[in-house]
């Protein structure tokens, strides 16, 4: 079988280095094929570069033919208004990342949370809405992380009088980081066709399902606590007074992950900007790749809440109860929304909650502070917005560096909470207080009650090695 430099210009390669990657594959790798199949084989790879950049055969030629766009797209010399909330606490870089991100051309519009803090990018905490274009680093590398909680109708004395049964059944049917459960359950997510249809996602099917009902590390924590209903008026119709509950926060594990960076890399390729709004690369959504990252950040969002479900599955069967109610809400993510006069933008929220007119949400505080669960009022200026938690006051490092384990055993003391795992980066006091950040955004949720942990599981620095 021969196939010659003549032979791809006719299919439709360009004169340059693709060319030689795809005749040295030729010889190396197919061999063994048929002139027709590896022509067709390269006409797909011409057709969606994309698709085959982790591919162990063809990645260096998909990259070959995706040059690299060396023209740098200008930003705006003016930064569009924006709403910033609790301006008081959020660090000058937030602000300054915030402010990179509103000079973008796709940029409509734009808002700053009361928990805002810097990161990669997009600031934790901000909002962007966008025209018809989606950033994977707006999104975040731990797509649709969440909030879960299912409220039981049993008394709360029992956090006390059985607190070791408890503390089993959280270390029995949750597992964090790199531990994972010896016998996943399956889950209809898996049927889903972007599984077989995306070649990125196609690869990770395996270690999805490996993960799936598992937390990450970091801020991600599963815990029982005490809800405090206030508002008679409520869409999961418990009556007010006081309840346990299970809280769970974590996201889409290393499917979402996998997803972002290559997504990212792909966004970083086509789209150049300036260093400093680098992070900021966009995907059209008219185009192939901004197309697939819709559907692949969407599927690892639900596969973000099918962890969580398996999560509560599994602790209220080792309850032995029916939950009354669950609660659910996300953020890293992107929504197509209407700004005030019809058009559809595209609205990332980085760490931030959705807060329509209607949506219920719960904003968690730290592992010795309450959280609460609220109701959107759909302010127009936070584009629909609220926080989604306290906010850190101080990075993991600094936090690891200045702050001492008996600080940390002594706030937890005096807020009665019994702590599994985690480590100093995520004590209390490395976190806002979340009463100024839920003062700061009276005018975006009405607060339907609050939630007080009392048990906590996380993470914590060592990596688990836990069995079944």
């Not at 290559?262 to 185009?287: F, G």
């Not at 959705?354 to 968690?364: D, E």
Request: glycine share 10%; net charge neutral; proline share 4%.
């Amino acid at each position: 079988m021969t196939i010659t430099g003549t032979d791809l210009k006719n299919a439709g390669f360009a004169e340059g280095k693709a060319i030689g990657i795809a005749l040295q594959l030729v010889t190396k790798e197919y061999g063994d094929k048929s002139r027709e199949d590896v022509l067709l084989l390269f006409g797909q790879v011409l057709k969606d570069p994309a698709s085959f950049l982790e591919d162990s055969k063809l990645s260096a030629l998909a990259k070959a033919i995706m040059k690299p766009v060396t023209d740098i797209v200008a930003l705006s010399s003016e930064v569009k208004p924006y709403q910033i909330y609790g301006a008081d606490a959020i660090e000058q870089g937030a602000l300054t990342q915030m402010e990179i991100a509103l000079k973008l051309p796709v940029t409509v519009a734009g808002a700053l949370m009361p928990d805002a803090h810097q990161g990669y990018g997009l600031p934790i905490g901000g909002v962007l809405a966008t025209h018809n274009a989606v950033i994977p680093y707006g999104v975040g590398v731990d797509i649709g992380c969440r909030m879960c909680m299912t409220l039981y109708n049993i008394p709360t004395t029992v956090l006390n009088e059985k607190r070791e049964d408890l503390k089993k059944v959280l270390t029995n049917n949750t597992r964090f980081g790199v531990a994972t459960f010896q016998k996943p359950k399956d889950d209809a997510i898996f049927e889903r066709k972007e599984f077989s249809e995306l070649t990125v996602v196609r690869a990770l099917k395996d270690r999805a399902w490996q993960q799936i009902g598992s937390s990450g590390g970091g801020n991600h924590f599963v815990e029982f606590g005490i809800v405090e209903i206030i508002s008679a008026i409520n869409e999961f119709n418990v009556t007010p007074g006081t309840y346990i509950a299970l809280l769970s926060h974590s996201g889409s594990r290393g499917l979402g992950a996998s997803i972002a960076r290559h997504y990212t890399d792909i966004a970083m390729n086509v789209c150049k900007l300036p260093q400093e709004a680098r992070h900021l690369a966009w995907l059209d959504l008219d185009s192939e790749a901004g197309q697939e990252y819709w559907l692949a950040m969407n599927l690892a969002g639900d596969y973000a809440s099918a962890c969580h479900h398996q999560i509560h599955e599994r602790v209220a069967i080792a309850l032995r109860e029916t939950p009354m109610a669950m609660i659910e809400n996300h953020h890293n993510f992107a929504w197509k929304e209407k700004d005030a006069v019809g058009n559809e933008i595209i609205v990332h929220r980085k760490g931030a909650t959705p807060a329509a007119q209607g949506v219920l949400g719960i904003i968690p505080g730290s592992m010795a502070t309450p959280g609460f669960i609220v109701r959107g009022k759909g302010s127009a200026a936070s584009i629909n917005s609220a926080s989604h938690g306290a906010g850190r006051t101080m990075s993991r490092t600094k936090a690891k560096q200045t702050i001492l384990p008996g600080q940390v055993n002594k706030f937890l003391k005096q807020a009665g909470v019994e702590l599994i795992g985690s480590g100093l980066d995520e004590a209390p006091m490395a976190y806002k207080d979340i009463h100024q950040v839920m003062n700061a955004q009276k005018d975006l949720v009405d607060v339907l009650g609050s939630f007080m942990p009392k048990i906590v599981r996380m993470c914590g620095d060592e990596r688990f090695k836990e069995v079944d």
